[in-house]
């Protein structure tokens, strides 16, 4: 539909500020009230670009002639606008009249939209019905009376005339208008002349107007120039000065940059060392802040805190796709705290040992776990378990993934890394046990794959010793390195029960608990420790309600929860120091005895969910894990192993009794060196004067050979006086006589048989041949080979000359051990001193055997053998014996004195027989050996 607001003949406008034509293509006069309209203004190129809203001052309707019985005549709407340098140059096309304002309105839109033509459309609707005018009349008789009504057929007698005269007119207007139509075509055609003049003219005008403009744009620009550049030379002028100031400043300022870079200098090393200083106190405070955490953590090992570390899961994929949002807050918390938001706002704060966020990676989360390792090897026990809601991550946290695993093989992977940094002074054994509470029952689950019969037997716990639980027919694997230790424990949890739930697709039901058994021995002090680590995966606690749980996971469900509870009644029982814990209430409570009960190290994993859903489950997990931080049990105890160490005690104990007695006996036997030495000493002193006496007696014994063999020869002189006496009487009374040369003198036996003869009849004077023919041997050398040429069976034989007798005197006091002259056999004569050494070892044996505290007979017997065996070994200790038996038997005798008479005798005739008994033996032995004295 064509817009009814335009102008079928646009207004031309001039704007003579802009040097622009602007074209009023539209007008709104539909307001009644017609003292202001507005009028929208567009440039000659038809685009909107120039708006402006023109005032219009009393428009003015001028209303066409009416003719005939037609009222609506045709209108004009005269106007002039105000605007500043505004030139106008065209008129309005005419408006046909209205009654009313809203009609007039309307007609206005319909002379718009039908322009000069509207006259025609008016003309064609005809005139009233002339019907309707006589009903009319008619009814105003009636009502105004005949007078009035007779002045208006009056009326409408000259209205008829005129309508008659207004018909001629309108025949003449006809004809006029055909000779206006005729002469306005005429007129139109000059008009046009006229408007293409008058267009002409206006853009000659414009031109001439622009180019005034221009010209007086161009005066005023000059007059601006001079005016600017007389500034500029004022400028200049004030630059020029300036520059000179600048110059010199500029000079200055040289100087200063010189004076700036030995600044800057200074300032770049103040800086070096202010960023050092700074990084310095960066190290410093980190530093501060370790230590101030590990001061804590000893305050709280010293305390025997049990440490709680909170870790909150992300939101899952499908909370997220729920549109779930999280409850927790740790932005805004502070190191170890996290909030708790409800509806936007902070509800409460909860302050642990360390908080994980939910972008925290297991190796966060190791790293404040790692101390714990190093507390095992060092000899105690540890117990580190993971609580919380069902689907919240404890089997994440403990377990982990293939990829990214947990804290079960990041600390054993520890332990044997420490393992193998301290095996120069440590040595370590290992052994592992997996095991489950299910359904409050013991499973083994190493045993569950390979001796399923083991599995189902029912396992307890009994107290091995005080304060030690342990579960017999549990299977515990032996391992060496992290390898061997993660298959085992991959064994066990892969036979852990797991199943379905609404919370979690694999949620634990049961409470999954590995047992590591360290057994240390400290090489450089050999002590020994035995300790245990415990890791538990505790089951979740879930609302039944909530999960829906049903038939076997209803009962499972209620089992995780009653030992939970009972968990729960453990750490409230702790925290308040009761004297009595319930530990026995529940399987899991039972086995963590150890552990929670003192003298062990616990760290709990508090597991939480953010989901804002799970709040009211996650503020109970919470407010336990707060109970759970304030429980002390006390400082941690190493687990020294006694066993390993009573025995070593003892094998000291026994080494120390022994060197004791080895002390005692090296003591003894320094003392008796020192006896023996002193013995030795006195023996010396005793042999020199034995040998001075030797000495003696043989110068003693050389003249009473020569006295001997003096008297010896005498007795034979005589002997043969006598015979040769005897032989002349026997000649004289005998005629035949044998010649004294042919008798023998009889051979050396027959001498000597007749010696003893020989010696009764010289008032007892000994003359031993065999000394004689010894001694003769020895001094006389020259005698001994007339000995040997004597001829046998001789009569006798006089070897010296007949001397005077000597009587010989008696024969001294045997004083020496020397065999007597009288002997027979020869002896050797052995060297005294070793004869005298070793009789006296007899002796002192023999007395050290006395003298030793033995009471009885057979004893003494004993000992006596053996000192008297020990003693005669040789030929020369045979020669010992023999002279040794009377003195050990003397010593026997002085070292017994102080028993009884009875006891005296019984000992002495005891050992007297046991000595010659032996030196029997000995002689025998002798004789079987060839050696014969
Ligand atoms: N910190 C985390 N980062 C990424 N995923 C996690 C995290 N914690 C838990 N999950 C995921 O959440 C899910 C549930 O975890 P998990 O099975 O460990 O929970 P749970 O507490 O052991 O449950 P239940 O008590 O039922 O056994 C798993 O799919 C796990 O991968």
């Not at 004076?259 to 990084?279: C, F, N, P």
């Not at 069902?390 to 044997?416: A, C, I, P, Q, W």
């Not at 409470?511 to 035995?530: A, D, P, Q, S, Y």
Request: charge should be neutral.
């Amino acid at each position: 539909m064509e817009d009814h607001s335009q102008w079928h003949d646009p207004l031309l406008l001039t704007d003579v500020s802009r040097q622009q034509q602007t074209l009023i293509l539209s007008h709104d006069i539909s307001s009644t009230n017609s003292d202001s309209q507005s009028i929208e203004m567009r440039n000659s190129e038809g685009t909107s670009g120039l708006h402006q809203s023109l005032e219009i001052v009393s428009p003015q309707l001028f209303t066409g002639p009416s003719t005939g019985d037609t009222s609506n005549g045709r209108s004009m709407l005269g106007f002039s606008l105000i605007a500043p340098d505004l030139v106008v140059c065209g008129s309005s096309p005419d408006i046909p009249k209205q009654s009313s304002a809203a009609e007039r309105a309307a007609s206005i839109v319909l002379s718009l939209e039908e322009g000069i033509n509207g006259l025609e459309a008016d003309a064609s609707r005809g005139s009233p019905d002339s019907s309707n005018f006589s009903s009319f009349w008619h009814s105003a008789d009636d009502i105004y009376g005949s007078e009035v009504t007779g002045g208006f057929k009056n009326l409408q007698g000259d209205h008829d005339d005129q309508k008659k005269q207004l018909l001629e007119a309108r025949i003449v207007i006809e004809e006029l208008k055909k000779e206006n139509e005729f002469k306005s075509n005429e007129c139109q055609k000059a008009l046009n002349s006229l408007h293409e003049l008058q267009s002409e003219l206006m853009r000659k005008s414009m031109h001439v107007g622009s180019l005034a403009f221009a010209v007086e744009g161009q005066v005023k620009e000059k007059s601006k120039w001079l005016s600017s550049l007389s500034g500029l030379k004022r400028q200049l002028k004030i630059l020029k000065l300036d520059q000179i100031k600048l110059s010199e400043e500029a000079l200055k300022y040289k100087d200063c940059l010189g004076d700036m870079d030995g600044l800057r200098s200074i300032m770049q090393a103040s800086l070096a060392e202010q960023v050092s200083y700074h990084d310095e106190l960066k190290m410093k405070v980190s530093e501060g802040e370790k230590k101030r955490k590990e001061l804590y953590n000893k305050v709280l090992e010293l305390k025997g805190n049990i440490r709680v570390f909170c870790r909150c899961r992300p939101l899952n994929l499908e909370e997220i796709a729920t549109g779930d949002k999280a409850a927790i807050d740790f932005e805004s918390a502070r190191d170890g705290e996290l909030t708790i938001r409800s509806n936007g706002f902070p509800r409460k704060t909860f302050k642990f040992d360390a908080v994980f966020g939910p972008q925290a990676d297991q190796a966060d989360v190791f790293e404040d776990t790692a101390p714990f390792a190093t507390s095992v090897l060092d000899g105690y026990n540890v117990c580190i378990f993971a609580y919380g809601q069902t689907g919240t991550g404890k089997t994440f946290t403990m377990e982990g993934t293939k990829d990214d695993r947990g804290v079960n093989y990041r600390t054993l992977s520890e332990l044997f890394h420490i393992m193998s940094e301290r095996q120069k002074i440590f040595r370590y054994e290992i052994c592992v046990s997996v095991l489950e509470v299910y359904n409050e029952q013991i499973r083994d689950l190493l045993a569950s794959g390979t001796q399923p019969t083991v599995a189902s037997k029912r396992l307890e716990i009994r107290q091995a010793s005080e304060g030690v639980l342990h579960v017999p027919g549990l299977i515990e694997a032996h391992v060496s390195n992290i390898s061997e230790a993660w298959d085992v424990l991959q064994t066990g949890s892969n036979a852990r029960a797991v199943g379905s739930t609404n919370a979690n697709e694999h949620s634990s039901r049961s409470h999954c608990i590995h047992c590591v058994m360290v057994k240390g021995e400290n090489l450089l002090n050999g002590e020994f420790t035995r300790s245990k680590l415990w890791l538990v995966d505790l089951a979740g606690s879930e609302r039944i309600a909530k999960t829906e749980a049903q038939g076997e996971r209803l009962k499972e469900a209620q089992n995780i929860n009653r030992s939970l509870s009972a968990l729960g009644d453990v750490i409230s029982a702790l925290a308040n120091k009761s004297a009595y814990i319930p530990f026995r209430n529940s399987k899991l409570t039972h086995l963590l005895q150890d552990s929670l009960g003192g003298d062990s190290k616990a760290l709990m994993f508090l597991q939480i969910s953010p989901n804002e859903n799970d709040l009211s489950e996650t503020i109970c997990s919470l407010n336990f894990a707060s109970r759970v931080k304030g429980v002390e049990l006390g400082p941690a105890k190493k687990q020294l192993d006694n066993t390993e160490f009573m025995r070593y005690k003892q094998l000291v104990e026994k080494t120390k009794q022994e060197a004791k007695l080895k002390d005692l006996q090296i003591k003894k036997m320094e003392e008796t060196v020192h006896n023996l030495e002193s013995k030795v000493k006195d023996k010396d002193q005793k042999n020199k004067n034995l040998q001075e006496k030797v000495k003696e007696l043989e110068a003693q014994l050389l003249v009473e050979r020569k006295l001997a063999r003096q008297h010896v020869d005498t007795k034979i002189a005589e002997q043969q006086q006598q015979q040769m006496r005897q032989q002349l009487e026997d000649q004289n009374s005998a005629p035949t006589r044998h010649p004294l040369a042919a008798k023998t003198l009889g051979t050396l036996n027959d001498l000597t048989s007749d010696l003893p003869r020989i010696i009764s009849d010289h008032n007892n004077q000994i003359c031993p041949s065999s000394f004689l023919l010894s001694s003769e041997k020895e001094n006389y050398p020259e005698t001994a080979e007339l000995l040997v040429q004597l001829p046998k069976r001789t009569g006798r034989a006089s070897l010296c000359p007949t001397t005077q007798r000597i009587p010989i005197a008696s024969n001294p006091r045997r004083n020496s051990l020397i065999p007597l002259p009288m002997t027979v056999h020869h002896v050797p004569m052995l060297p005294f001193p070793p004869l005298e050494d070793e009789r006296d070892e007899v002796e002192n044996s023999l007395e050290a055997a006395i003298c030793s505290p033995i009471s009885s007979k057979k004893k003494l017997n004993s000992v006596v053998r053996r000192s008297v065996q020990k003693k005669t070994k040789s030929p020369f200790q045979q020669q010992l014996k023999k002279g040794g038996v009377n003195v050990g038997v003397d010593k026997v005798r002085v070292s017994i004195g102080s028993r009884g008479r009875m006891g005296q005798r019984v000992l002495l005739g005891n050992a007297r027989r046991v000595v010659t008994r032996e030196a029997k033996k000995q002689t025998q032995k002798d004789k079987e050996r060839g050696w014969n004295f």
